[in-house]
């Protein structure tokens, strides 16, 4: 049951966090929102695991595994944000929705997981409701028509890169431990993202950023941290698939959100598919717990 409730409040950290992530792509750039999320989670998280470190660096195959993952987490978010930054979110959600599949997919062939039949079929219709919610016109659907939309192509590598990195982070979490998941690959991609702001001289607008945009910086920090742990914390209780099930939803989420905050209409579809989602999710949540 921990794990369905992780897996949930997952899906709301990364419902509220989308907001916040795109608005500070466009404010701060790719790399630095990066960063601020990847230091701000390293110095948080680190009271929680100092005393794992010892036995951690002393065991290769894990810290192979964990520094993978964070490379991997790297690119995928730069891809993610990138198409958030230059795409319109109608266009750009449902490809990112392709996650799902990929993450179910590996977590089979590489990790053994079994999903029943009812559970496969849940996966499916929720991963149709998504994919429905976020689409505001059915010509969104036509992928091969598009490639050339802002951001699409960003948006289609970020997905099949990001299912990887739900993969690897349910796999490392059951490994290790969620928090010394989280920490470390935070601690990978954040290096990486100090060596690009140096090279680029960008350091000290760091501190342009705190100070006029402080609570931008801190939300979407804050919530895809939290988002992370919760989805580590859920993998470690219950099978992967299931948890990017149940978490990936928060895609469809988003939507119900610019519904009551920014009063946007949505289409008979869309209604539909959210309906669907939450109904899959609720149901995949009770017969997993």
Same mark, same amino acid.
């Given at each position: ?19 916040? *992530? ?14 601020? #999320? ?6 948080? #998280? ?21 520094? +993978? ?13 990138? $198409? ?5 979110? $109608?266009i750009?959600?449902? *490809? ?9 997919? +590996? ?35 036509? /992928? ?14 970020? $997905? ?14 059951q ?6 998941? #989280? ?13 690009y702001?140096?090279?680029k001289?960008?350091?000290k ?21 939290? $988002?992370?742990?919760?989805?580590? /914390? ?5 099978? #992967? ?8 939803? /928060? ?18 579809h ?15 949540? /009770?017969?997993?717990?």
């Open positions: 049951m921990l794990g369905i409730i992780f897996s949930l409040l997952a899906l709301l950290s990364w419902g509220f966090g989308d907001f916040s *992530i795109q608005r500070a792509t466009r404010i701060f750039g790719d790399f630095k929102t990066l960063f601020y #999320i990847g230091i701000v989670g390293v110095i948080a #998280i680190f009271p929680f695991i100092y005393s794992e470190l010892n036995a951690f660096f002393h065991t290769p195959h894990l810290l192979i595994l964990l520094s +993978l993952t964070g490379v991997v987490i790297f690119f995928a978010a730069l891809f993610d944000f990138e $198409a958030l930054k230059r795409g319109k979110l $109608a750009i959600e449902p *490809i990112l929705a392709i996650e799902l599949p990929i993450t179910v997919a +590996l977590s089979a062939l590489f990790w053994g997981e079994k999903l029943s039949l009812p559970q496969l079929f849940l996966v499916t219709v929720t991963f149709i409701g998504i994919t429905l919610s976020v689409t505001t016109h059915h010509a969104h659907l036509h /992928y091969h028509k598009r490639l050339l939309e802002r951001g699409v192509m960003f948006a289609g590598i970020g $997905a099949i890169v990001m299912g990887l990195v739900n993969f690897l982070v349910g796999a490392s979490s490994s290790t431990s969620p928090l010394l998941t #989280i920490w470390f690959t935070n601690l990978i991609f954040t290096v990486f993202c100090v060596v702001i140096v090279a001289g960008q350091f607008s760091i501190w342009t950023d705190i100070k006029y945009h402080p609570r931008i910086l801190m939300a979407e920090s804050i919530l895809d941290n939290m $988002a992370w742990i919760f989805y580590a /914390y859920a993998a470690s209780f219950i099978a #992967i698939s299931v948890a990017t099930t149940i978490s990936e939803s /928060y895609i469809a989420f988003t939507v119900l959100l610019g519904v009551f905050i920014n009063k946007e209409k949505l289409q008979r869309q209604i539909f598919g959210i309906i669907i989602a939450i109904a899959s999710v609720l149901i995949i949540s /009770y017969i997993s717990g």
